[in-house]
């Protein structure tokens, strides 16, 4: 048995070396007889090709068994690579050039907001911030604040003063980046103080000063506080010690001085608000001097007014002088002349002063005589943005009228006829008509502008109408047809940009039933005594008289059912009946229709310049045994038109 398995064992071996040296053996070169015919099959290319072809066939001739010298040419040398059947193109596949991207949908975007609040993850971080960030904020950021904060002790025209510069002296003492945010905004519009003495220090060896001295002290010793105000703004105790009211004259003529060197220190002074010096006072007219001299002046009104003291006229200031002043004003944009019938400016000086005036764009004038401004004055105005006109007796209907066909007809946006007593309603129409950007209009006078004998009613109806308008003040005392023309240009549509419009002298309240209902308001005993008092026939401009009227109308609608709300129960038995009153007005009309006065508390709907002219202390009603003083009257020019 032994010798049987050892052959086999042999066997094995040498059949395992055979194939062992089958496979490591090169095989032998085949014969032309032994060649088969192998089918072609894919073989993989374990080399690349690379061929140099040219496309030069003048070649140089060569020596016999050199090789030929082929040119290079980098343009035609190319590169052939063997074709993978990975990269063929195969169904359902395609090259993007480039790499797709999923886009949320808005849905999806929002989706995060749907979750209901318990399980929404709060991101803000309420952690304090760095003091790092508020050291390297933006000066705007400063500035935006400041502004946020003066807006705070602002109300419509009234300013609490104390409390503004409070704030702004408290943030000034913050750091040094609130400090110069502060100190612009508290010297950029200064409140001048009065000039009565500060009470003294207890065995304090300086003299009594004012607060007055001291800004003027201030500003001559720091040229840069000077140069940043812009706006000086009198307060209304030193107005009444610049007007003289209980004060001595040697106290006024000092107080003058003080104002006076104030505003030479100021030299971009822009406004000068709250006293206007007449020019014929000759203790106020040292205020011209200086005023003149500030070229950056954007507003400034004369005030030629009879101005008396201790019951005599003073001398009058000089007209050739007033025409010098204008001469350094290249950038004065308001402009506001007021005078009286006794006093004569100079024949052309109107037209003279404003021919100076390169920059000029909100003109007024008021009271002046026949003689200074007439119609053919009234051709030589400027381009304006804002006119006003107030009680000019040289003025007619025919003069009025040249406005629509004036180089102004293309430019003014805001148009005040004030006591001017028009008589046809022509003129309204032309100005309505050819003013191509009016967007305010104000008439105020006695009469009712009517339809000449010429003209008919058919007319009158279609033409009264204006494309740009949006903001009418009609206050006609004597009643007419022009308020019922107005609201017939409302109802029909001939008002489309109409969206204000005030008319104290609307008794019937044609023109409340087609605005958007105003708010009821309670009337107490006096308002009712009012009613009461005045006789329906005679007429009266009094502004609270016009507003309990509208209140009265919308009492006597509610009284009127709109339609009545019936309640059944279920064996359709009446339980209850409702009574829903009307109302005054149309819920769908865009004009908003308002009886309030341009200067909060004042008996006239319009702003005339006497209230401008002089500030007003503003009291607040805190209780009925006190009245507690709530701050200044701001009023500026601009607001006249």
Not at 57 to 62: A, G, K, N, V
Not at 332 to 351: K, N
Request: glycine share 4%; net charge neutral.
């Amino acid at each position: 048995m032994a010798a049987e398995q050892q052959p086999r064992r042999a066997l094995k071996r040498s059949k395992s070396l055979k194939n062992l040296l089958s496979r490591n053996a090169k095989p032998p070169a085949p014969t032309a007889e032994d060649e088969e015919l192998l089918p072609c099959r894919p073989v993989k290319q374990k080399y690349v090709q690379f061929h140099v072809t040219t496309d030069d066939i003048h070649l140089r001739p060569t020596t016999a068994g050199a090789t030929p010298i082929v040119p290079q040419r980098t343009s035609s040398q190319r590169q052939t690579w063997p074709q993978s059947t990975a990269e063929r193109s195969r169904p359902g596949r395609y090259a993007f050039e480039n790499t797709p991207t999923l886009t949320q949908t808005p849905w999806e975007l929002e989706r995060h907001t749907r979750r209901p609040r318990s399980q929404r993850i709060p991101l803000v971080d309420l952690r304090p911030l760095p003091k790092n960030i508020f050291e390297h904020l933006p000066r705007e950021i400063y500035h935006c604040i400041l502004d946020h904060v003066e807006s705070l002790h602002k109300q419509k025209s009234q300013v609490d003063v104390v409390s503004l510069h409070s704030d702004l002296k408290a943030l000034s003492l913050v750091n040094k980046r609130w400090h110069r945010a502060a100190r612009e905004h508290l010297y950029r519009e200064v409140w001048l103080p009065n000039n009565d003495d500060l009470p003294r220090r207890t065995l304090s060896l300086h003299r009594s000063t004012t607060r007055l001295k001291q800004l003027l002290r201030t500003l001559d010793e720091s040229d840069a506080l000077a140069f940043m105000v812009r706006h000086l703004r009198v307060t209304a105790n030193l107005a009444c010690m610049l007007e003289g009211v209980d004060h001595t004259q040697a106290t006024r003529r000092a107080t003058i001085d003080l104002v006076a060197a104030i505003i030479n220190r100021c030299a971009n002074l822009e406004d000068f608000s709250g006293y206007n010096p007449s020019i014929r006072d000759a203790a106020s007219t040292k205020l011209f001097f200086p005023l003149a001299l500030r070229p950056n002046i954007r507003s400034h009104a004369w005030n030629a007014q009879v101005a008396q003291f201790g019951g005599r006229q003073l001398p009058t200031f000089d007209a050739g002088e007033v025409l010098d002043c204008h001469d350094d004003w290249q950038w004065l944009e308001t402009l506001v002349i007021c005078s009286s019938s006794d006093l004569s400016l100079g024949l052309g000086l109107v037209a003279a002063i404003v021919q100076r005036l390169p920059s000029l764009k909100h003109l007024m004038l008021s009271r002046l005589n026949r003689q200074d401004f007439h119609n053919g004055t009234l051709l030589s105005l400027p381009g304006l943005r804002s006119l006003r006109l107030d009680h000019l007796d040289g003025l007619t209907d025919q003069g009025v009228e040249q406005l629509a066909h004036m180089r102004l007809a293309s430019t003014v946006e805001s148009l005040s006829l004030i006591g001017l007593e028009l008589t046809s309603l022509r003129t309204i129409q032309q100005l309505w008509t050819n003013l191509g950007r009016l967007r305010k209009f104000t008439l105020v006078q006695n009469t009712s502008p009517e339809m000449l004998p010429g003209m008919q009613a058919a007319n009158v109806n279609r033409a009264l109408g204006s494309a740009t308008l949006q903001d009418l003040h009609w206050d006609v005392l004597v009643a007419g047809t022009g308020t019922s023309l107005i609201a017939n240009a409302i109802a029909s549509g001939r008002l489309p940009s109409l969206r204000r419009i005030k008319v104290p002298c609307d008794y019937e309240g044609v023109v409340q039933e087609l605005c958007r209902p105003i708010v009821q308001e309670t009337l107490d005993a006096l308002d009712l005594e009012m009613i009461d008092r005045f006789d329906s026939d005679r007429y009266e401009r009094f502004l609270r008289l016009s507003q309990i009227q509208a209140q009265l109308r919308i009492r006597e609608s509610r009284q009127q059912p709109a339609f009545n709300v019936v309640v059944h129960d279920e064996h359709k038995r009446v339980s209850a009946t409702h009574v829903i009153g009307s109302y005054v007005g149309d819920m769908e009309s865009q004009v908003e229709y308002t009886l309030e006065p341009d200067v909060e508390g004042s008996h006239d709907a319009l702003i005339d310049f006497a209230d401008v002219e002089a500030p007003k202390w503003v009291y607040e009603r805190r209780n009925e045994m006190d009245r507690s003083i709530f701050g200044e009257q701001a009023l500026d020019l601009k607001m006249l038109f």
